[in-house]
Protein backbone atom coordinates (compact mmCIF):
# COMPACT_ATOMS: atom_id res chain seq x y z
CA UNK A 1 0.00 0.00 0.00
CA UNK A 2 0.98 3.46 -0.86
CA UNK A 3 1.58 5.24 2.63
CA UNK A 4 1.98 9.19 3.07
CA UNK A 5 4.51 10.35 5.35
CA UNK A 6 2.21 10.90 8.34
CA UNK A 7 0.96 6.82 7.98
CA UNK A 8 4.47 5.76 7.56
CA UNK A 9 5.16 8.23 10.50
CA UNK A 10 2.40 6.51 12.32
CA UNK A 11 3.58 2.90 11.25
CA UNK A 12 6.57 3.93 12.77
CA UNK A 13 5.39 4.52 15.96
CA UNK A 14 5.85 8.44 15.80
CA UNK A 15 1.79 8.71 16.79
CA UNK A 16 1.80 6.67 19.24
CA UNK A 17 1.73 2.38 20.04
CA UNK A 18 -2.15 2.19 19.26
CA UNK A 19 -2.23 3.63 16.30
CA UNK A 20 0.90 1.96 15.37
CA UNK A 21 -0.82 -1.47 16.10
CA UNK A 22 -4.00 -0.29 14.33
CA UNK A 23 -1.76 1.30 11.05
CA UNK A 24 -0.16 -1.99 10.84
CA UNK A 25 -2.77 -4.09 11.21
CA UNK A 26 -4.83 -2.39 8.77
CA UNK A 27 -2.34 -2.38 6.21
CA UNK A 28 -1.98 -6.18 6.60
CA UNK A 29 -6.23 -6.06 5.42
CA UNK A 30 -5.42 -3.72 3.40
CA UNK A 31 -2.78 -5.41 1.51
CA UNK A 32 -4.81 -8.71 1.36
CA UNK A 33 -7.52 -6.91 0.09
CA UNK A 34 -5.17 -4.84 -2.94
CA UNK A 35 -6.26 -1.77 -1.37
CA UNK A 36 -3.59 1.08 -3.21
CA UNK A 37 -4.16 3.25 -0.03
CA UNK A 38 -6.10 4.88 3.18
CA UNK A 39 -8.75 6.96 2.88
CA UNK A 40 -9.80 9.20 5.68
CA UNK A 41 -12.74 8.93 8.04
CA UNK A 42 -14.16 10.64 11.02
CA UNK A 43 -16.71 8.25 12.26
CA UNK A 44 -16.15 4.51 13.78
CA UNK A 45 -19.00 2.25 14.95
CA UNK A 46 -17.39 -0.54 16.98
CA UNK A 47 -19.54 -3.88 17.47
CA UNK A 48 -18.82 -5.26 20.74
CA UNK A 49 -21.07 -7.76 22.31
CA UNK A 50 -19.40 -9.60 25.35
CA UNK A 51 -19.99 -13.10 23.73
CA UNK A 52 -18.33 -12.14 20.65
CA UNK A 53 -15.52 -10.42 22.01
CA UNK A 54 -14.61 -12.93 24.15
CA UNK A 55 -12.09 -12.93 26.98
CA UNK A 56 -9.08 -12.56 24.63
CA UNK A 57 -11.02 -9.36 23.06
CA UNK A 58 -11.79 -7.63 26.08
CA UNK A 59 -7.91 -8.21 27.51
CA UNK A 60 -6.98 -6.11 24.02
CA UNK A 61 -8.83 -3.85 24.91
CA UNK A 62 -8.18 -3.26 28.53
CA UNK A 63 -4.20 -3.64 27.06
CA UNK A 64 -4.72 -0.54 24.87
CA UNK A 65 -7.01 1.51 27.57
CA UNK A 66 -3.52 0.97 29.86
CA UNK A 67 -1.76 2.88 28.02
CA UNK A 68 -0.37 6.07 28.69
CA UNK A 69 -2.96 8.91 26.53
CA UNK A 70 -0.27 9.59 24.61
CA UNK A 71 0.24 6.03 23.65
CA UNK A 72 -3.86 5.93 22.77
CA UNK A 73 -4.80 8.99 21.13
CA UNK A 74 -8.23 9.01 19.40
CA UNK A 75 -8.13 9.93 15.52
CA UNK A 76 -12.00 9.41 15.07
CA UNK A 77 -15.85 9.69 16.70
CA UNK A 78 -16.17 6.44 17.81
CA UNK A 79 -19.86 4.98 18.81
CA UNK A 80 -20.14 1.47 20.24
CA UNK A 81 -23.12 -0.43 20.42
CA UNK A 82 -22.44 -1.61 23.77
CA UNK A 83 -26.19 -1.75 24.79
CA UNK A 84 -25.28 -3.49 28.05
CA UNK A 85 -27.38 -5.91 29.68
CA UNK A 86 -30.61 -6.12 31.21
CA UNK A 87 -29.73 -7.42 34.98
CA UNK A 88 -33.28 -8.72 35.58
CA UNK A 89 -33.85 -10.43 32.55
CA UNK A 90 -30.69 -12.14 32.05
CA UNK A 91 -31.16 -13.51 36.05
CA UNK A 92 -34.11 -14.96 34.37
CA UNK A 93 -32.38 -15.91 30.36
CA UNK A 94 -28.89 -17.11 32.18
CA UNK A 95 -28.74 -17.88 35.73
CA UNK A 96 -25.33 -19.55 35.72
CA UNK A 97 -23.37 -16.55 34.16
CA UNK A 98 -23.05 -12.71 35.22
CA UNK A 99 -23.66 -11.26 31.96
CA UNK A 100 -24.20 -8.07 33.56
CA UNK A 101 -20.56 -8.01 35.74
CA UNK A 102 -18.78 -9.46 32.15
CA UNK A 103 -20.04 -6.34 30.47
CA UNK A 104 -19.09 -3.76 32.85
CA UNK A 105 -15.68 -4.69 32.14
CA UNK A 106 -15.77 -4.42 29.00
CA UNK A 107 -17.86 -1.08 29.25
CA UNK A 108 -15.12 0.50 31.77
CA UNK A 109 -12.01 -0.38 28.73
CA UNK A 110 -14.01 1.25 26.04
CA UNK A 111 -14.78 4.14 28.05
CA UNK A 112 -11.49 4.83 29.26
CA UNK A 113 -10.25 4.86 25.37
CA UNK A 114 -13.19 7.09 24.36
CA UNK A 115 -15.73 5.15 22.98
CA UNK A 116 -19.04 6.81 23.26
CA UNK A 117 -21.67 4.00 24.46
CA UNK A 118 -25.09 3.69 22.33
CA UNK A 119 -27.47 1.70 23.94
CA UNK A 120 -28.84 1.04 19.96
CA UNK A 121 -28.52 -1.91 17.76
CA UNK A 122 -28.26 0.06 14.48
CA UNK A 123 -26.95 3.35 15.61
CA UNK A 124 -27.62 4.91 12.15
CA UNK A 125 -30.74 7.38 13.53
CA UNK A 126 -29.39 8.02 16.98
CA UNK A 127 -25.46 8.56 17.29
CA UNK A 128 -24.00 9.34 14.60
CA UNK A 129 -24.37 10.54 10.78
CA UNK A 130 -22.26 10.61 8.08
CA UNK A 131 -23.07 12.29 4.62
CA UNK A 132 -23.63 10.86 1.20
CA UNK A 133 -20.10 9.83 -0.28
CA UNK A 134 -18.30 9.74 3.10
CA UNK A 135 -16.40 7.27 3.98
CA UNK A 136 -16.49 5.64 7.41
CA UNK A 137 -15.60 2.93 9.23
CA UNK A 138 -18.87 1.16 10.94
CA UNK A 139 -18.41 -2.55 12.45
CA UNK A 140 -21.91 -3.75 12.42
CA UNK A 141 -23.14 -5.45 9.35
CA UNK A 142 -26.63 -3.80 9.40
CA UNK A 143 -25.29 -0.60 9.90
CA UNK A 144 -23.21 -1.10 7.21
CA UNK A 145 -25.23 -1.76 4.66
CA UNK A 146 -27.65 0.84 5.71
CA UNK A 147 -24.73 3.55 5.49
CA UNK A 148 -23.86 2.15 1.67
CA UNK A 149 -27.72 1.35 0.38
CA UNK A 150 -29.59 4.26 1.86
CA UNK A 151 -26.78 6.86 3.42
CA UNK A 152 -24.30 6.56 0.45
CA UNK A 153 -21.63 6.78 2.41
CA UNK A 154 -18.79 4.66 1.84
CA UNK A 155 -17.63 1.74 4.58
CA UNK A 156 -16.71 -1.87 3.92
CA UNK A 157 -17.38 -3.93 7.15
CA UNK A 158 -14.61 -3.33 9.83
CA UNK A 159 -15.43 -5.92 12.32
CA UNK A 160 -14.32 -5.00 16.24
CA UNK A 161 -10.78 -4.71 15.83
CA UNK A 162 -10.62 -3.55 12.97
CA UNK A 163 -12.84 -0.64 13.44
CA UNK A 164 -10.75 -0.04 16.39
CA UNK A 165 -8.03 0.56 14.41
CA UNK A 166 -9.23 2.81 12.84
CA UNK A 167 -10.38 5.04 15.74
CA UNK A 168 -6.64 5.28 16.28
CA UNK A 169 -5.40 5.64 12.98
CA UNK A 170 -8.57 8.51 11.25
CA UNK A 171 -8.41 5.86 8.48
CA UNK A 172 -9.54 2.88 6.90
CA UNK A 173 -8.08 0.67 4.03
CA UNK A 174 -9.59 2.40 0.54
CA UNK A 175 -11.17 -0.98 -1.19
CA UNK A 176 -14.18 -2.38 -1.60
CA UNK A 177 -17.57 -0.04 -1.26
CA UNK A 178 -14.94 2.56 -0.80
CA UNK A 179 -14.24 2.75 -4.86
CA UNK A 180 -16.51 3.86 -7.29
CA UNK A 181 -16.51 0.52 -9.69
CA UNK A 182 -17.48 -1.69 -6.53
CA UNK A 183 -20.52 0.52 -5.80
CA UNK A 184 -21.77 -0.36 -9.21
CA UNK A 185 -24.94 -3.07 -9.30
CA UNK A 186 -24.13 -6.57 -10.31
CA UNK A 187 -27.38 -8.52 -10.50
CA UNK A 188 -31.00 -7.10 -10.07
CA UNK A 189 -33.94 -8.13 -8.91
CA UNK A 190 -37.35 -7.64 -9.12
CA UNK A 191 -39.88 -7.83 -6.54
CA UNK A 192 -43.31 -8.48 -7.76
CA UNK A 193 -45.60 -7.41 -4.36
CA UNK A 194 -45.60 -5.21 -1.95
CA UNK A 195 -44.34 -6.97 1.63
CA UNK A 196 -46.72 -6.81 4.70
CA UNK A 197 -44.35 -7.69 7.37
CA UNK A 198 -40.96 -7.41 8.75
CA UNK A 199 -40.53 -11.20 8.24
CA UNK A 200 -41.24 -10.70 4.92
CA UNK A 201 -38.57 -7.92 4.27
CA UNK A 202 -36.36 -10.25 6.02
CA UNK A 203 -37.11 -12.92 3.37
CA UNK A 204 -36.50 -10.86 0.77
CA UNK A 205 -33.38 -10.46 1.83
CA UNK A 206 -32.59 -13.64 2.46
CA UNK A 207 -33.38 -15.09 -0.52
CA UNK A 208 -31.40 -12.23 -2.66
CA UNK A 209 -28.61 -12.71 -0.08
CA UNK A 210 -28.22 -16.60 -0.26
CA UNK A 211 -28.71 -16.81 -4.01
CA UNK A 212 -25.37 -13.96 -4.43
CA UNK A 213 -23.49 -15.90 -1.88
CA UNK A 214 -20.89 -12.72 -1.72
CA UNK A 215 -19.63 -9.53 -0.33
CA UNK A 216 -18.72 -8.57 -3.40
CA UNK A 217 -22.00 -8.97 -5.50
CA UNK A 218 -24.44 -5.59 -5.33
CA UNK A 219 -27.89 -6.66 -6.46
CA UNK A 220 -30.36 -3.96 -7.42
CA UNK A 221 -33.46 -4.40 -6.19
CA UNK A 222 -36.80 -2.85 -7.33
CA UNK A 223 -39.79 -3.54 -5.12
CA UNK A 224 -43.44 -1.83 -6.19
CA UNK A 225 -45.67 -0.05 -3.84
CA UNK A 226 -45.46 3.75 -1.63
CA UNK A 227 -41.63 4.15 -0.33
CA UNK A 228 -40.91 1.36 2.09
CA UNK A 229 -40.47 2.14 6.04
CA UNK A 230 -36.88 2.39 6.72
CA UNK A 231 -37.39 0.22 9.28
CA UNK A 232 -38.54 -3.07 6.74
CA UNK A 233 -35.95 -2.03 4.54
CA UNK A 234 -33.55 -2.50 7.58
CA UNK A 235 -35.33 -5.89 7.79
CA UNK A 236 -34.71 -6.93 4.06
CA UNK A 237 -30.61 -5.28 4.24
CA UNK A 238 -29.54 -6.92 7.06
CA UNK A 239 -30.40 -10.29 5.45
CA UNK A 240 -28.81 -9.64 2.78
CA UNK A 241 -25.72 -9.63 4.89
CA UNK A 242 -26.79 -12.18 7.16
CA UNK A 243 -26.97 -14.63 3.93
CA UNK A 244 -25.14 -13.57 1.46
CA UNK A 245 -22.67 -11.13 3.44
CA UNK A 246 -23.77 -8.20 1.20
CA UNK A 247 -22.81 -4.95 2.11
CA UNK A 248 -24.76 -2.68 -0.31
CA UNK A 249 -27.70 -3.01 -2.40
CA UNK A 250 -29.46 -0.29 -4.92
CA UNK A 251 -32.91 -0.21 -3.61
CA UNK A 252 -34.24 1.60 -7.06
CA UNK A 253 -35.37 5.03 -6.19
CA UNK A 254 -33.98 5.12 -2.65
CA UNK A 255 -30.54 4.36 -2.84
CA UNK A 256 -28.93 7.54 -3.57
CA UNK A 257 -26.95 6.45 -6.36
CA UNK A 258 -29.63 4.54 -7.83
CA UNK A 259 -32.23 6.73 -9.00
CA UNK A 260 -33.38 4.57 -11.64
CA UNK A 261 -32.31 1.75 -13.73
CA UNK A 262 -30.71 3.69 -16.17
CA UNK A 263 -28.57 5.07 -13.30
CA UNK A 264 -28.06 1.48 -11.72
CA UNK A 265 -27.06 -0.38 -14.82
CA UNK A 266 -24.92 2.31 -16.75
CA UNK A 267 -21.57 1.14 -18.12
CA UNK A 268 -22.34 -2.28 -16.96
CA UNK A 269 -24.29 -4.84 -18.46
CA UNK A 270 -26.79 -7.05 -16.12
CA UNK A 271 -28.94 -9.70 -17.85
CA UNK A 272 -32.66 -9.90 -17.32
CA UNK A 273 -33.70 -9.09 -13.50
CA UNK A 274 -34.54 -11.49 -11.60
CA UNK A 275 -38.44 -11.99 -10.01
CA UNK A 276 -38.58 -12.83 -6.75
CA UNK A 277 -42.71 -13.44 -6.21
CA UNK A 278 -44.83 -13.93 -3.19
CA UNK A 279 -44.60 -17.79 -3.38
CA UNK A 280 -41.01 -17.80 -3.23
CA UNK A 281 -41.05 -15.67 0.31
CA UNK A 282 -44.18 -17.80 1.52
CA UNK A 283 -42.50 -20.89 0.57
CA UNK A 284 -39.10 -19.68 2.24
CA UNK A 285 -41.14 -18.76 5.42
CA UNK A 286 -42.91 -22.11 5.45
CA UNK A 287 -40.04 -24.32 5.39
CA UNK A 288 -38.97 -23.53 8.85
CA UNK A 289 -42.29 -25.80 9.54
CA UNK A 290 -43.33 -25.73 13.38
CA UNK A 291 -46.92 -25.26 12.63
CA UNK A 292 -49.03 -26.74 15.55
CA UNK A 293 -46.13 -27.60 17.81
CA UNK A 294 -45.76 -26.15 21.52
CA UNK A 295 -43.43 -23.10 21.20
CA UNK A 296 -41.15 -22.90 24.01
CA UNK A 297 -39.83 -18.86 23.32
CA UNK A 298 -41.07 -16.02 20.91
CA UNK A 299 -37.87 -13.37 20.72
CA UNK A 300 -38.58 -10.39 18.94
CA UNK A 301 -35.00 -8.63 18.30
CA UNK A 302 -32.91 -7.92 15.39
CA UNK A 303 -33.02 -4.93 15.06
CA UNK A 304 -34.53 -3.99 18.53
CA UNK A 305 -38.33 -2.63 18.73
CA UNK A 306 -38.47 0.77 17.82
CA UNK A 307 -41.52 2.47 20.30
CA UNK A 308 -44.00 1.87 17.32
CA UNK A 309 -43.60 -2.03 17.32
CA UNK A 310 -43.63 -1.87 20.99
CA UNK A 311 -46.77 0.37 20.72
CA UNK A 312 -48.41 -2.37 18.41
CA UNK A 313 -46.97 -5.56 20.44
CA UNK A 314 -48.75 -3.84 23.45
CA UNK A 315 -51.61 -3.51 21.83
CA UNK A 316 -52.17 -7.49 20.64
CA UNK A 317 -51.56 -8.14 24.31
CA UNK A 318 -53.79 -6.30 26.02
CA UNK A 319 -56.11 -8.01 27.89
CA UNK A 320 -54.49 -11.45 27.25
CA UNK A 321 -52.00 -13.65 28.90
CA UNK A 322 -48.90 -15.56 27.19
CA UNK A 323 -49.07 -19.41 27.42
CA UNK A 324 -47.53 -20.69 30.81
CA UNK A 325 -45.44 -22.98 28.84
CA UNK A 326 -44.18 -19.91 26.52
CA UNK A 327 -41.30 -17.23 27.16
CA UNK A 328 -42.40 -14.38 25.22
CA UNK A 329 -38.97 -11.91 25.18
CA UNK A 330 -39.37 -8.45 23.53
CA UNK A 331 -35.85 -6.25 22.83
CA UNK A 332 -35.42 -2.81 22.81
CA UNK A 333 -32.76 0.12 23.37
CA UNK A 334 -33.05 1.31 27.09
CA UNK A 335 -34.63 4.64 26.17
CA UNK A 336 -37.01 2.70 24.31
CA UNK A 337 -37.79 0.73 26.88
CA UNK A 338 -37.67 3.86 29.05
CA UNK A 339 -40.63 5.34 26.74
CA UNK A 340 -42.51 2.42 26.70
CA UNK A 341 -42.78 2.53 30.60
CA UNK A 342 -43.83 6.36 30.71
CA UNK A 343 -46.51 5.45 28.18
CA UNK A 344 -47.94 2.33 30.00
CA UNK A 345 -46.72 -0.23 27.08
CA UNK A 346 -44.09 -1.92 29.15
CA UNK A 347 -46.72 -2.78 32.14
CA UNK A 348 -49.13 -3.81 29.80
CA UNK A 349 -46.93 -6.28 28.16
CA UNK A 350 -45.62 -7.45 31.70
CA UNK A 351 -49.56 -7.64 32.97
CA UNK A 352 -49.79 -10.16 30.17
CA UNK A 353 -46.51 -12.79 30.78
CA UNK A 354 -44.48 -10.78 28.39
CA UNK A 355 -40.59 -9.75 29.32
CA UNK A 356 -39.54 -6.54 27.97
CA UNK A 357 -36.17 -6.64 27.44
CA UNK A 358 -33.22 -3.45 27.30
CA UNK A 359 -29.54 -4.82 26.31
CA UNK A 360 -28.10 -6.91 23.64
CA UNK A 361 -29.80 -8.68 21.52
CA UNK A 362 -31.16 -12.43 21.92
CA UNK A 363 -29.04 -14.02 19.56
CA UNK A 364 -25.78 -12.13 20.73
CA UNK A 365 -26.00 -13.45 24.39
CA UNK A 366 -25.26 -16.88 24.55
CA UNK A 367 -28.49 -17.87 22.89
CA UNK A 368 -27.42 -21.24 22.89
CA UNK A 369 -26.51 -21.76 26.72
CA UNK A 370 -29.37 -20.00 27.21
CA UNK A 371 -31.57 -22.96 25.39
CA UNK A 372 -29.70 -25.69 27.12
CA UNK A 373 -30.39 -23.84 30.29
CA UNK A 374 -34.49 -24.04 29.93
CA UNK A 375 -34.44 -26.55 27.36
CA UNK A 376 -35.90 -24.63 24.80
CA UNK A 377 -36.72 -26.35 20.86
CA UNK A 378 -39.13 -24.40 19.42
CA UNK A 379 -38.17 -20.51 18.72
CA UNK A 380 -40.68 -17.99 17.06
CA UNK A 381 -39.55 -15.00 15.93
CA UNK A 382 -40.06 -12.02 13.50
CA UNK A 383 -36.77 -11.66 12.45
CA UNK A 384 -35.31 -13.93 9.73
CA UNK A 385 -31.78 -13.10 10.92
CA UNK A 386 -32.60 -14.35 14.75
CA UNK A 387 -33.84 -17.25 12.62
CA UNK A 388 -30.75 -17.73 10.58
CA UNK A 389 -28.73 -17.80 13.50
CA UNK A 390 -30.26 -19.50 16.23
CA UNK A 391 -31.20 -22.47 13.78
CA UNK A 392 -27.12 -23.21 14.18
CA UNK A 393 -27.66 -22.97 17.89
CA UNK A 394 -29.87 -25.49 18.11
CA UNK A 395 -32.89 -24.31 18.25
CA UNK A 396 -36.13 -25.10 15.78
CA UNK A 397 -36.50 -21.49 14.70
CA UNK A 398 -39.91 -20.18 13.11
CA UNK A 399 -40.12 -16.87 11.23
CA UNK A 400 -43.42 -15.32 11.08
CA UNK A 401 -45.30 -12.12 11.24
CA UNK A 402 -45.25 -9.67 14.78
CA UNK A 403 -48.86 -10.31 14.83
CA UNK A 404 -48.49 -14.46 14.55
CA UNK A 405 -45.99 -14.04 16.81
CA UNK A 406 -48.05 -12.66 19.34
CA UNK A 407 -50.82 -14.52 18.75
CA UNK A 408 -48.72 -17.85 18.97
CA UNK A 409 -47.09 -16.69 22.21
CA UNK A 410 -50.52 -16.49 23.53
CA UNK A 411 -51.68 -20.25 22.18
CA UNK A 412 -48.49 -21.53 23.45
CA UNK A 413 -48.02 -23.23 20.11
CA UNK A 414 -47.42 -22.29 16.44
CA UNK A 415 -50.10 -21.24 14.92
CA UNK A 416 -50.55 -20.88 11.01
CA UNK B 1 -20.99 -34.38 5.47
CA UNK B 2 -17.35 -34.42 4.59
CA UNK B 3 -16.27 -36.28 1.82
CA UNK B 4 -14.21 -39.10 2.60
CA UNK B 5 -13.60 -40.84 -0.59
CA UNK B 6 -10.40 -42.99 -1.58
CA UNK B 7 -9.97 -41.23 -4.39
CA UNK B 8 -8.45 -37.91 -4.73
CA UNK B 9 -6.93 -34.99 -5.97
CA UNK B 10 -3.55 -35.47 -7.91
CA UNK B 11 -0.33 -35.35 -5.21
CA UNK B 12 1.92 -32.27 -5.06
CA UNK B 13 -0.33 -30.31 -7.12
CA UNK B 14 -0.16 -26.52 -5.92
CA UNK B 15 -2.90 -24.38 -6.02
CA UNK B 16 -3.14 -20.86 -6.13
CA UNK B 17 -4.88 -18.18 -4.37
CA UNK B 18 -4.11 -14.60 -3.91
CA UNK B 19 -1.75 -13.87 -1.31
CA UNK B 20 -2.71 -14.54 1.98
CA UNK B 21 -1.55 -13.65 5.59
CA UNK B 22 -0.50 -15.62 8.87
CA UNK B 23 3.11 -18.12 9.05
CA UNK B 24 2.68 -21.07 6.56
CA UNK B 25 2.01 -24.77 8.17
CA UNK B 26 1.18 -27.94 7.64
CA UNK B 27 -2.19 -30.47 8.38
CA UNK B 28 -5.14 -32.69 7.18
CA UNK B 29 -7.64 -30.95 5.69
CA UNK B 30 -11.46 -30.38 6.75
CA UNK B 31 -13.18 -29.29 3.16
CA UNK B 32 -16.59 -29.21 1.96
CA UNK B 33 -18.49 -26.92 -0.44
CA UNK B 34 -20.49 -24.98 1.97
CA UNK B 35 -19.91 -21.70 3.67
CA UNK B 36 -18.50 -20.47 6.69
CA UNK B 37 -19.43 -18.39 9.65
CA UNK B 38 -17.80 -18.64 13.33
CA UNK B 39 -21.12 -17.22 14.74
CA UNK B 40 -23.68 -18.95 12.57
CA UNK B 41 -21.65 -22.16 11.72
CA UNK B 42 -19.91 -23.50 15.39
CA UNK B 43 -20.04 -24.87 18.71
CA UNK B 44 -17.01 -22.55 19.56
CA UNK B 45 -16.40 -24.65 23.29
CA UNK B 46 -16.84 -28.02 21.35
CA UNK B 47 -15.32 -27.23 18.33
CA UNK B 48 -17.56 -28.75 16.53
CA UNK B 49 -19.84 -27.97 13.42
CA UNK B 50 -23.36 -27.08 15.04
CA UNK B 51 -24.91 -25.92 12.55
CA UNK B 52 -27.29 -29.08 11.10
CA UNK B 53 -27.84 -27.80 7.46
CA UNK B 54 -23.80 -27.40 7.17
CA UNK B 55 -21.71 -30.25 5.23
CA UNK B 56 -19.49 -30.41 7.83
CA UNK B 57 -22.16 -30.74 10.70
CA UNK B 58 -20.65 -32.68 13.35
CA UNK B 59 -17.21 -32.71 12.52
CA UNK B 60 -14.93 -31.03 15.10
CA UNK B 61 -12.31 -28.69 12.93
CA UNK B 62 -9.69 -27.98 15.63
CA UNK B 63 -6.49 -28.18 14.42
CA UNK B 64 -7.39 -28.38 11.06
CA UNK B 65 -7.00 -26.98 7.88
CA UNK B 66 -10.70 -25.84 6.81
CA UNK B 67 -11.43 -25.32 3.31
CA UNK B 68 -14.95 -23.78 2.13
CA UNK B 69 -16.29 -22.18 0.06
CA UNK B 70 -17.41 -18.01 0.93
CA UNK B 71 -17.55 -16.19 4.15
CA UNK B 72 -20.84 -15.81 5.76
CA UNK B 73 -22.67 -13.91 8.08
CA UNK B 74 -21.43 -10.56 10.03
CA UNK B 75 -18.74 -9.23 12.05
CA UNK B 76 -18.71 -11.67 14.66
CA UNK B 77 -15.66 -13.50 12.93
CA UNK B 78 -13.12 -10.66 13.67
CA UNK B 79 -13.16 -11.12 17.32
CA UNK B 80 -13.68 -14.73 17.55
CA UNK B 81 -11.37 -16.40 15.48
CA UNK B 82 -8.56 -15.10 17.83
CA UNK B 83 -10.71 -16.31 20.89
CA UNK B 84 -10.68 -19.81 19.39
CA UNK B 85 -6.93 -18.96 19.20
CA UNK B 86 -6.73 -18.68 22.53
CA UNK B 87 -9.19 -21.18 23.63
CA UNK B 88 -7.16 -23.84 21.21
CA UNK B 89 -10.67 -24.46 19.37
CA UNK B 90 -9.14 -23.09 16.06
CA UNK B 91 -8.75 -24.48 13.09
CA UNK B 92 -4.55 -24.71 11.94
CA UNK B 93 -6.01 -23.19 8.79
CA UNK B 94 -8.62 -21.45 6.39
CA UNK B 95 -8.88 -21.70 3.02
CA UNK B 96 -11.53 -19.89 0.80
CA UNK B 97 -12.98 -19.75 -2.47
CA UNK B 98 -14.14 -15.93 -1.83
CA UNK B 99 -13.26 -14.09 1.81
CA UNK B 100 -15.48 -11.09 3.06
CA UNK B 101 -13.63 -8.63 5.15
CA UNK B 102 -14.28 -9.84 8.11
CA UNK B 103 -12.73 -12.86 7.70
CA UNK B 104 -9.78 -10.94 6.71
CA UNK B 105 -9.54 -8.93 9.78
CA UNK B 106 -10.11 -11.61 12.39
CA UNK B 107 -7.49 -13.93 10.41
CA UNK B 108 -5.02 -10.99 10.64
CA UNK B 109 -6.43 -10.66 14.33
CA UNK B 110 -6.07 -13.97 15.03
CA UNK B 111 -2.43 -14.15 13.09
CA UNK B 112 -4.40 -17.61 11.68
CA UNK B 113 -3.08 -18.60 8.60
CA UNK B 114 -5.86 -17.62 5.61
CA UNK B 115 -6.10 -17.86 1.72
CA UNK B 116 -8.58 -17.40 -0.75
CA UNK B 117 -9.41 -16.08 -4.53
CA UNK B 118 -8.00 -19.34 -5.75
CA UNK B 119 -7.82 -20.25 -9.65
CA UNK B 120 -10.03 -23.36 -9.16
CA UNK B 121 -12.95 -24.17 -6.64
CA UNK B 122 -10.60 -25.16 -3.42
CA UNK B 123 -13.50 -27.38 -2.36
CA UNK B 124 -13.48 -29.22 -5.45
CA UNK B 125 -9.88 -29.50 -5.28
CA UNK B 126 -8.96 -30.58 -1.83
CA UNK B 127 -10.87 -33.10 0.12
CA UNK B 128 -11.00 -33.77 3.87
CA UNK B 129 -7.69 -35.87 5.01
CA UNK B 130 -5.28 -34.66 2.47
CA UNK B 131 -2.40 -33.34 3.64
CA UNK B 132 -1.82 -30.25 2.87
CA UNK B 133 0.94 -27.12 2.86
CA UNK B 134 -0.10 -23.82 3.53
CA UNK B 135 2.48 -20.96 2.22
CA UNK B 136 -0.20 -17.77 2.60
CA UNK B 137 3.17 -15.50 1.72
CA UNK B 138 3.14 -16.92 -1.59
CA UNK B 139 -0.93 -17.84 -1.98
CA UNK B 140 -0.09 -21.48 -2.55
CA UNK B 141 -1.42 -24.69 -1.20
CA UNK B 142 0.24 -27.89 -1.90
CA UNK B 143 -1.32 -31.25 -1.70
CA UNK B 144 1.33 -33.52 -0.18
CA UNK B 145 -0.82 -36.72 0.17
CA UNK B 146 -3.97 -37.94 -0.27
CA UNK B 147 -6.30 -39.83 2.34
CA UNK B 148 -7.02 -39.74 5.86
Known amino acids: ?416 | MSDSRSSGPEVGIALIGHVGMGPAVRGIALAAADDFSTRYDLDRERGIFSRPSHKLYGESYVGRILVLNAAKGGVASAWMLREMVTMEKAPLALLLNDANPVMAQGAAFANLPFIDRFQTDITAAIRTGNTLYVDPAKGVVTIERRGR
Request: hydrophobic share 40%; charged share 20%.
Open chain 1, 1 to 416: MNLTHHEQAMLDGAHGRAAQWGIEYQQRVGTFFDAEDFVPIRLVHISTDRETMGDSGLRFIEELAAMPPADRRPRAFAAADFRGFDADAFRFLLPGRDLAGESEEAAVALGKLGVAASHAYINDHSVTAPTFGEACGYSGTPSVIYMNSFVGARCNFEAGPSSLAAFFTGRVPRYGFHLDDRRRATHAFRVDFTPKHAAEWGAIGALIGRKLNSYWSVPAIEIPGARPAVLSLNHMALNLASYGSIAMCHVVGITPEAPDWQTVTAGRRIDTAETIARKDVREFLENWGGVGEPVDVVALSTPQLCITEIAEVAELLAGRKVHADTTLLIYAPLEIKRAAAAMGYAKTIEDAGGRLVHGHDFFATYAREIREAHGWQRLMTHSVKVANICEGYGYKPTPASLHRCIDSAVAGKVLP
